[in-house]
DNA sequence: ACGCTTTGGTTCAGATTCGAAAATCACCGC
DNA sequence: GCGGTGATTTTCGAATCTGAACCAAAGCGT
């Protein structure tokens, strides 16, 4: 009772819900149709081909993809199977492994890249205005930072 | 080259993907946390409940959710285990099926809506400002409409 | 009434995902 | 250096999801 919704944030948040499953669907059918990567598998291209020596801990890896573990292990596991990328052990730490960009996996991203830029592009952020942009970017990104924090803490119960 | 995407959408993009990638899964959390339901559970209970006589036909559930419908067959088959919905044939078609609200899920939907309701406030509405609200309505309101219309447009090839 | 195509749903096999427990190694104080 | 504690990743079993094949009923033309 106390807290309902009104029916504006009622309507947004459901419109908001239906047409980011619909859109995420989409992109996913998107780049299978045009090459041979899920969303995730393309994720983790972006994210390694950007990071310093191509490469990154699987804990990090995990922590932006919004993957669990057990998930990561086995993402990595099929895109090794594919030659996209390598897993090698950390020197630093022998406890980790990181995994790395193979010049394979390099050029699949490069392929898949303007396919999927394209399909971003005429779904949503071309059909946005500079202000809406500007908005979403400045809500997504504090709801991001405040996720990131919430999980964290929740996992450090430093409290008290 | 002549599709990159300038830096305040590529930011906007990614912001988007990101935090809306943790938000579901803390949605997921949170449900799971107290009640005994996941968030496409939920959902099911949601439209169910609203819809005139609380029954739906699978296939404008399947439409709704978002999803395949061999995923929305095992979906309700699961519910249906659980007592939350019953699958009864349609009178004026007896090739469809509907689903039916029992009287079990209603309550639980009762029981767990308060709950997600907060989830959903205090991760991101109350943290909207009253122009965020509009902006996002708009933009997603907007994107929900276009992708139904693609999806329809690209399973009716009446084209020409 | 009879074939043919279409539509609504289900089933089945296989791929993907998750949570919990285990394995591996690092770090710290003694 | 040794045992305890913690961090990082993998393994395992069960749950979930997908696409393709399938079935039964409806629609349509003849």
């Known amino acids: 009772m106390t807290d309902s919704l009104d029916p504006e944030r009622l309507a947004c948040w459901r419109a908001y819900i239906e047409a980011s499953q619909r859109l995420f669907t989409q992109l996913e059918d998107d780049l299978r149709a045009d090459s041979e990567l899920s969303f995730a598998d393309y994720h983790v291209l972006v994210l390694l081909s950007e990071a310093p020596g ?27 199977k594919r030659g996209l990328v390598a897993r090698e052990s950390c020197p630093d730490d022998r406890r980790g492994s990181e995994a790395v960009l193979t010049a ?8 898949a890249a303007p396919h999927h830029r394209r399909s971003a592009r005429t779904h949503l952020i071309d059909d946005l205005d500079d202000a809406e942009v500007a908005c979403l970017t400045r809500v997504f990104e504090r709801l991001g930072r405040r996720l990131r924090a919430d999980r964290d803490a929740s996992s450090t119960p430093a409290d008290k």
Do not use: H, N
């Not at 490469?55 to 573990?69: D, K, Y």
């Not at 394979?104 to 392929?111: D, I, K, Q, S, V």
């Open 54 to 80: 191509q490469r990154l801990r699987m804990g990090e890896l995990a922590g932006r993809l919004v993957f669990s573990p057990s998930r990561l292990t086995y993402q990595i596991s099929s895109m090794q």
């Open 104 to 111: 394979a996996g390099l050029l699949t991203l490069r392929e």
